[in-house]
């Protein structure tokens, strides 16, 4: 069983770039049978898809976070990350990466989240 | 606003079932048999429950199970235990992307 743990800065200053990395262990992200991706979910609310990238690089993003999403993968050590930019207070969530099934898309294993507060 | 539809809460007692609807279009829930739902507990992160409509993944309790008429899904629950109570999500593939519900929040009486 995988597990993935998220990892990065728990305060981002309004305007600047999020930056966080998830390390995957037990299972290697260049399998052809899932995405890696990332889910967030402000406090009190709901989930929301950021986006999700596939062994070969390609990815796919949330059409109204395109703009300023970037969803990159490291092989050698078996993680993947998130670059989001321009942050505003709107940005502050609880993030996860999550393993998705290459059908559906649909989430497997999830990272425990990791609090991301955007303040000055 | 969530692009898939939820209702806020529902409540049950013990041993009763209940059901939680999730309300799409023909761009997610009737356009694909890829519906999941998720369970979250306070500070917890989501844990599948059911996917591709109506499929358990190992490990899930038979209580739960899930369908799909038109652009509605329901997640049904019965027996319902004390530890059923949770927050309670759909997802959907939109077409090289996906969709959330609002979440539900689920008491057990």
Redesign the interface.
């Known amino acids: 069983q995988p597990q993935l743990q998220e990892s990065g800065p728990g305060l981002v200053k309004p305007s600047e770039t999020l930056s966080l990395t998830c390390t995957v262990s037990g299972g290697s992200i260049t399998s052809s049978s899932f995405y890696w ?1 990332w ?1 967030r979910q402000p406090p009190g ?5 950021i986006g999700n990238i596939y062994y070969s690089g390609t990815t ?4 109204s976070l395109k703009s300023r999403v970037t969803i990159s993968e490291d092989t050698s050590k078996n993680q993947f990350s998130l670059k989001l930019n321009s942050v505003t207070a709107a940005d502050t969530a609880v993030y ?1 990466c999550a393993r998705l ?1 290459w ?6 294993y ?4 990791t609090l991301v507060t955007v303040s000055s | 606003q ?1 692009a898939l539809t939820q209702p806020a809460s529902v409540s049950g007692s013990p041993g009763q079932s209940i059901t939680i609807s999730c309300t799409g279009t023909s761009g997610d829930i009737s356009g ?1 048999n ?1 519906v ?1 739902w ?1 369970q979250q507990h306070p500070g ?5 429950m059911i ?2 409509v109506s499929n358990r ?1 190992s490990g899930v309790s038979n209580r739960f199970s899930g369908s799909k008429s038109g652009n509605t899904a329901s997640l049904t629950i019965s027996g319902l235990q004390a530890e059923d109570e949770a927050d309670y ?1 759909c ?1 959907s ?1 939109a077409g ?8 539900t929040k689920l008491t057990v009486l």
């Open positions: 991706g889910i609310k709901g989930l929301e898809w796919f993003y949330n059409p996860y099934r059908s559906g898309w649909y989430g497997d999830w990272g425990q989240g | 969530s694909y890829y999941s998720y917890k992160a989501p844990k599948l996917y591709d993944p999500y997802g593939y090289s992307h996906v969709v959330f519900g609002g979440g």
